[in-house]
């Protein structure tokens, strides 16, 4: 399934070019309460058949919307936390070693010691498919970055690898935009320089975890202002979805809701005022952004 968030706060069913009102379906059935959240929506359909079967059903009991005309927000505006991994793919820290002037490259760390850089963003910076990029007065330099993120579904404490994917509940596409100057070249700044209003875009729905085979066998690609900036591949992650579940259930409860991003690819690029951004991840979908300076 496909599941959007969209005009008002409703939850929907995306099917082809059309969106099904998922959430008036399992509203009407006592899963969800009246003004319910897209976490609820999450934890009412995880572990639970019945309202999975209300969900697929959802075709039949509503009148559905063409795509086009709704507005797609974020798929979750309330994660209880953001995890972004960092440095995760070799070739964005060679590029991001060009790009500081400092030794950004990771190669000595175990897989690890890596994944104790992961850092929390603010669920304040989120914007949805169609948004506006802010780029901030303070900022001389404004990247995009664009990742595979899972959504978790069973709340997962010390779990294994083997048993890491049967806790997210699907996946969505984050993308990270970064200041990398000032402050690109000092330690301990991830958290503000990637955590300004609309520097978190989510969307453009949540694809459940039964329609991706493999997380880690999904193709990225970015177009900026119509051209080709990123071509990337999951596989090559250092560490993979499965790690980082483990790594972060062994040190934290990771809860129903939580975003696990997984890094990004090399082929980052510079935004400019006007820039238009798409691109997204095979077998979820793309996601359009425009680019404005602050005023």
């Known amino acids: 399934m496909k599941i959007c968030h969209y005009n008002a706060?409703?939850?929907?069913?995306?099917?082809?070019?059309?969106?099904?009102?998922?959430?008036?379906?399992?509203?009407?059935?006592?899963?969800?309460?009246?003004?319910?959240?897209?976490?609820?929506?999450?934890?009412?359909?995880?572990?639970?058949?019945?309202?999975?079967?209300?969900?697929?059903?959802?075709?039949?009991?509503?009148?559905?919307?063409?795509?086009?005309?709704?507005?797609?927000?974020?798929?979750?505006?309330?994660?209880?936390?953001?995890?972004?991994?960092?440095?995760?793919?070799?070739a964005h820290q060679s590029e991001m070693s060009v790009r500081t002037g400092t030794s950004y490259e990771r190669k000595q760390l175990t897989k690890d010691e890596l994944m104790a850089e992961f850092f929390l963003k603010p669920s304040s910076s989120l914007i949805g498919p169609g948004g506006t990029v802010i780029l901030p007065k303070i900022a001389n330099h404004v990247d995009h970055e664009c990742e595979l993120c899972a959504v978790i579904g069973r709340p997962a404490r010390n779990v294994g690898e083997a048993q890491a994917l049967d806790h997210v509940f699907g996946y969505t596409t984050l993308w990270d935009f970064s200041v990398r100057d000032p402050w690109g070249k000092q330690q301990n700044t991830r958290n503000v320089r990637k955590g300004f209003d609309s520097f978190t875009g989510l969307g453009p729905w949540i694809v459940t975890r039964d329609e991706i085979a493999d997380p880690q066998d999904l193709h990225i690609t970015v177009e900026q202002n119509g051209n080709v900036v990123m071509r990337a591949h999951t596989a090559d992650m250092i560490c993979n979805l499965r790690e980082h579940i483990r790594f972060l259930s062994d040190k934290l409860t990771l809860r129903t809701g939580d975003l696990i991003t997984t890094g990004t690819p090399a082929g980052v690029s510079r935004l400019a005022d006007g820039d238009r951004l798409k691109g997204g991840i095979g077998g979820i979908g793309d996601m359009e952004f425009t680019v404005r300076a602050q005023a």
């Open 9 to 90: 706060n409703q939850a929907g069913l995306v099917e082809g070019d059309q969106v099904y009102p998922l959430g008036d379906a399992l509203r009407k059935a006592g899963v969800l309460r009246e003004r319910y959240t897209m976490v609820e929506v999450v934890e009412a359909l995880v572990d639970n058949p019945a309202a999975l079967q209300i969900a697929r059903d959802a075709r039949a009991t509503g009148a559905p919307l063409p795509l086009g005309s709704v507005k797609l927000l974020p798929p979750i505006t309330n994660p209880p936390s953001i995890w972004a991994a960092a440095a995760n793919y070799r």
